[in-house]
């Protein structure tokens, strides 16, 4: 059974990397990856990075904070067995990644003064020759 779980896994596995890399604009045939558009895909990147923090900090603080008030109706029904400061703890947690995107927007607007920050440029490089004389 663990040879046919392993054999499916490694399938999957491997029709998935095919999936992507047939999708993928470089196999396409006219796609050129240089140094600049490989630099300006990753700036692209990682300005999407704050909202996919904030979607999971809030998930993760609503998870956490449920889990603290089953935690304290536990130790309702019986204070011998659970404890008062593991739910306390799970409600202050999920509290704290709950607040974590209003945190860093204040942050945001501390550092930057208000001001939308406009996004860095790709970096290009230029070819000045080859030295040779």
Same mark, same amino acid.
């Given at each position: ?45 990682? =300005? ?22 089953? /935690?304290? /109706? ?10 008062? /400061? ?28 208000? =001001? ?9 490089? /230029? ?7």
């Amino acid at each position: 059974m663990l040879k046919y779980i392993k054999k499916l896994y490694l399938t999957a596995g491997a029709g998935f990397t095919a999936g992507v890399l047939a999708a993928s604009p470089a196999s396409a045939g006219g796609g050129t990856n240089t140094f600049s558009t490989i630099a300006g895909h990753i700036t692209d990147s990682v =300005q999407n990075l704050p909202g996919l923090i904030a979607v999971f900090s809030t998930l993760m603080g609503l998870l956490i904070g449920v889990m603290g008030v089953f /935690k304290i /109706k536990d130790h309702v029904e019986d204070p011998d067995k659970t404890e008062l /400061k593991e739910g306390a703890i799970r409600l202050v947690a999920g509290g704290a990644l709950l607040s974590l995107p209003f945190i860093y927007d204040v942050i945001t607007d501390t550092v930057s003064g208000g =001001q939308t920050v406009a996004a860095p440029t790709p970096l290009t490089l /230029k070819a000045t020759g080859t030295g040779i004389g």
